[in-house]
């Protein structure tokens, strides 16, 4: 087989050439987040946020029709709005945070469809929740290139308190001014790379794009600049793959990816040396 398969479809299709510009931007600024996300145990604020941002991006569409900045900022605001609300959720009753989210997701996804169903035939709903390629024109390129560069941008100003945070949060908050605007920052990093990309991911395919990679870099290293790099590269090479499989398999570019993803990661579980199953099942008969 020629090994041109793997990039002729980007080199003869201008679409399929922003789909891979777009997804490899967001790759670069997204995983480097889902890493911090588990390091902190907050995986489940990410899908909770993933979710979460369905009902602006509707309401949006309702009041200001197909535009990308309106739906951004619908997005934004609903996903801030549900970290908010779980975080009052947590203080004002001392359920555990995971629980305030897992309860709140669940309506954030159920009023978000409805509302996207009340749209009509208007707004693809199959194109928001699984994205497609198709959908990645030049204004939504600008702005996933924009966005994620800014994005990664920021992290590595952030790296120190990230860090930090990850390993220690109380030690953090008592040694810098920073930590909470630090975290705030953070959070807001995490949404805006879940809002812009449903365009080319899918509303409920971005979160895996940003976790799946994070999770599968922490089987590869102990280091954590080198977990960043690998789950950039993982996510990028997921991208690639994925948009591969999605334009010869005619599958929708969104699920195609994050299987992608998910492929790594099994892989990494496997074949791993840091806690990876075959490296622990060849100490066990070493010993």
């Known amino acids: 087989m020629s090994l041109d398969v793997l990039w002729s479809p980007f080199v003869e299709f201008t679409f399929m050439r922003r ?11 997204a995983a480097p987040l889902g890493v911090f996300l588990i390091l902190r145990r907050m995986s489940m604020m990410g899908d909770a946020i993933a979710h979460g941002i369905l009902p602006g991006i509707a309401v949006a569409f309702m009041l200001a029709g197909f535009s ?5 900022l619908g997005g934004l605001v609903a996903g801030l709005g549900m970290a908010a609300l779980a975080a009052a959720v947590t203080r004002g009753t001392g359920l555990r945070a995971d629980a305030s989210l897992a309860a709140l997701y669940p309506i954030s996804l159920a009023g978000g469809v409805l509302l996207l169903g009340l749209a009509g035939r208007q707004l693809d709903l199959m194109h928001v929740l699984f994205g497609s390629a198709l959908a990645v024109d030049r204004s939504t390129l600008v702005a996933m290139l924009t966005v994620s560069g800014c994005s990664l941008m920021v992290t590595i100003l952030l790296f120190p308190w990230l860090r930090l945070g990850s390993l220690d949060p109380g030690f953090l908050r008592g040694v810098s001014r920073f930590g909470p605007p630090a975290y705030g920052l953070f959070l807001g990093l995490v949404v805006i790379n879940l809002v812009i990309g449903f365009q080319a991911i899918g509303a409920l395919m971005v979160i895996g794009l940003m976790m799946l990679p994070a999770a599968a870099a922490r089987f590869w290293s102990r280091d954590l600049r080198v977990i960043l790099l690998l789950a950039a590269l993982l996510a990028g090479l997921s991208v690639w793959f994925g948009l591969l499989i999605s334009f010869y398999a005619s599958l929708a570019s969104g699920p195609s990816i994050v299987l992608m993803a998910g492929a790594f990661y099994v892989f990494s579980v496997i074949a791993g040396p840091v806690h990876g199953l075959s490296r622990q099942s060849s100490f066990v008969l070493h010993e």
């Open 68 to 72: 990308l900045w309106a739906m951004t």
């Open 19 to 29: 789909a891979l510009f777009g997804g490899a931007a967001l790759a670069l600024s």
